[in-house]
């Protein structure tokens, strides 16, 4: 009796339901790109308005120039594609007006004047130095915006290494003296896009590669306009910005994983959750990544192995974008587009490049050249064999498609240089002979002045690990800024930061010393810093300082010749016009001699050699005895 009873009320709870007319509704939330820009090569924009039920709304415009291409209708309800053509329109803001039915409703949308014209001067070269930072760990400028309201996670904690610390833009910008004064010439940091998931053990948000907004600068960075103000002051002390990008996945709290634009908009997979049935802490079936890169070139790969590295999530917090959804890759194409003209950037540091679909990876590729013939775009292509990574730079004669990459990391020269910090060099596999063994590869890339190399990033140890020797350190940057590559430093490198991923990865971002609220021990200053920090900083300023100067084209077009180690030496020698750099370090722990006759063809008849960090002069013409761990970057 009582269960006919619940039945009887749930049907009229049901009848009921039914009864009430729905109130028709029409309404845009937001649409993406926030604004376009006219002038552009490829006239066509794609505009994603979200509201809920926008998708069955007509949309028209009457402003002069733009002419509605097409709509497309995603599988949710609450998504609406609009392609418009403004081959032949005006900067101004036009108006867009969407019906269904009886309803109305009227947006306004701006459409710019094109700023960054394509002969702008951008990009970035084998002239130049990245300094890698993380805008949370390198200098707080702004505490009022360490936590804000509204965010997920309102923590804010330097006492917890995987917690947010308040770095920000500001500090950033507060500091450009500083880098400018140390010599590099171009600011990577790690992404600055909205990351409003909440904290947790395993999600930190920090490092800012789980996007939940691609329009909007997260706000405890600090503002879109901020950040466009530390562009420009950047370019007026003669510092490019790298800005890193991430397309192969967004954030689980980003708006689309709750309500997905169409059922292809992610890779999902039910055939991977049969096979593995994997899920994550949040019960949403997904399945990990293999963080294995081998299948993407490999010509005996299953298709399982290809399917799982591409398609896989990166982890649970990172929903895998799908790229062969062509609204996905013109969406993340155009948003790449806006952040060039809206703040100026120079250039672009692609996130795991392998693990997004190449193809789709190559047309973002081509359309960036076209607009932007000066831009240069570095992927992360994370396998320590040159082989792999020579094919993915553009024109590669190796790769079976051609990626448009023009520049790629140089993951082998890290590993090679990661060894022989330990090893002794003496036979010819260990210790700088595997740098050699590395530089040999050079004939795969295309390019080679154009891969980029560096020591340790925020991936991986501090090169130091938990030591502080600065004999090996400066082998490695000897190395790193004198061969043909475009290098990228680490923040803190210059005042030996070190640490280790063993316990966390935050070991390996520690806090820049001085850049916060209350640190005692300031490292932006020389009389903050202590003895061994100022030698180290001010090696490394002088080389680089070198590296700027006019007459160093010998760096960045000098041919390049490596000798076989010999009794444990290592030699790398650059000439252009006249002009000759000899990079000798000796990779043993005991004194070390170096014959000169079997330098004589790069010699020549020079009699003397300034080594560059110190202003020592080194005799050439007798044979030259190196201290344990020696570096000479000699002049002649
Ligand atoms: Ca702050
Ligand atoms: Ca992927």
């Given at each position: 009796m009582k269960k006919i009873l619940l039945l009887a009320i749930a049907a009229f709870t049901a009848i009921g339901a039914w009864a009430v007319p729905k109130m028709p509704n029409l309404k845009v939330d937001r649409i993406e790109p926030t604004n376009w820009f006219v002038g552009m090569k490829d006239p066509t924009v794609q505009l994603m308005v979200y509201g809920p039920e926008i998708r069955d709304a007509e949309a028209t415009t009457t402003y002069a120039g733009v002419k509605i291409d097409s709509l497309v209708r995603l599988d949710s309800p609450n998504y609406l594609l609009v392609y418009l053509n403004t081959a032949s329109a005006q900067p101004g803001v036009m108006n867009l007006t969407f019906k269904k039915g009886k309803l109305s409703y009227d947006v306004k949308y701006e459409l710019k004047a094109r700023e960054m014209s394509g002969d702008r001067r951008m990009g970035f070269t084998n002239a130049d130095v990245l300094y890698m930072l993380m805008p949370d760990r390198f200098a707080n400028g702004n505490p009022a915006n360490d936590k804000v309201t509204g965010m997920r996670s309102q923590v804010c904690d330097r006492n917890k290494p995987s917690y947010r610390h308040g770095g920000d833009l500001e500090g950033i910008r507060q500091h450009l003296d500083y880098l400018n004064d140390l010599g590099v010439t171009a600011l990577w940091f790690t992404p600055v896009l909205e990351n409003d998931s909440p904290e947790s053990p395993w999600n930190d948000t920090y490092h800012g590669y789980a996007t939940t907004n691609y329009y909007r600068v997260d706000p405890r960075f600090g503002t879109n306009d901020d950040y466009r103000r530390l562009v420009d002051e950047a370019h007026g002390k003669g510092l490019k910005v790298v800005m890193d990008m991430i397309f192969n996945h967004c954030g689980f709290e980003h708006p689309w994983v709750a309500d997905m634009p169409s059922n292809d908009w992610f890779n999902t997979h039910e055939w991977l959750k049969e096979s593995k049935g994997t899920s994550d802490t949040r019960g949403t079936s997904f399945l990990r990544t293999s963080y294995k890169l081998a299948p993407v070139l490999d010509p005996y790969a299953s298709e399982f192995d290809k399917k799982e590295t591409v398609e896989g999530w990166f982890v649970s917090t990172m929903p895998d974008l799908n790229q062969n959804n062509p609204h996905v890759m013109n969406y993340l194409i155009q948003n790449s587009i806006w952040w060039i003209e809206t703040v100026g950037i120079d250039g672009i540091r692609m996130d795991t490049y392998p693990y997004a679909f190449a193809g789709p990876m190559a047309r973002w590729m081509k359309r960036i050249d076209e607009e932007y013939p000066n831009f240069n775009v570095v992927g992360e292509t994370w396998f320590e064999q040159p082989p792999y990574t020579a094919a993915w730079q553009r024109d590669s004669k190796i790769a079976k498609e051609n990626s448009y990459l023009k520049t790629v990391m140089d993951f082998s020269f890290y590993a090679c240089i990661d060894s022989a910090?330990?090893?002794?060099?003496?036979?010819?596999?260990?210790g700088f002979n595997r740098v050699y063994n590395s530089l040999v590869f050079d004939y795969l890339y295309p390019n080679p002045s154009s891969v980029m190399a560096f020591i340790e990033n925020h991936d991986t140890d501090r090169y130091l690990k938990d030591g502080k020797d600065d004999l090996t350190l400066k082998q490695a940057l000897a190395l790193l800024l004198t061969i043909n590559r475009i290098p990228q430093l680490y923040y803190g490198t210059e005042v030996l930061m070190n640490g280790t991923k063993r316990v966390t990865d935050g070991n390996v971002r520690k806090d820049f010393p001085g850049g916060f609220p209350g640190d005692t021990h300031n490292a932006f200053t020389s009389q903050g810093r202590t003895k061994e920090e100022n030698d180290m900083f001010n090696w490394l300023r002088t080389l680089l300082h070198w590296r700027k100067e006019p007459g160093s084209d010998v760096i960045t077009k000098g041919k390049q010749t490596q000798f076989l180690p010999h009794n444990g030496i290592y030699v790398v020698a650059r000439q252009y016009g006249g002009k000759t750099v000899m990079t000798i370090v000796n990779g043993t722990n005991e004194t070390a001699t170096m014959p000169v006759k079997r330098y004589a063809e790069i010699i020549g008849n020079a009699m003397v050699g300034r080594d560059i960090p110190t202003s020592n002069h080194v005799s050439l013409v007798s044979d030259i005895t190196l201290t344990p761990r020696q570096t000479l970057i000699l002049e002649f």
């Open positions: 910090r330990v090893e002794k060099t003496d036979d010819q596999w260990r």
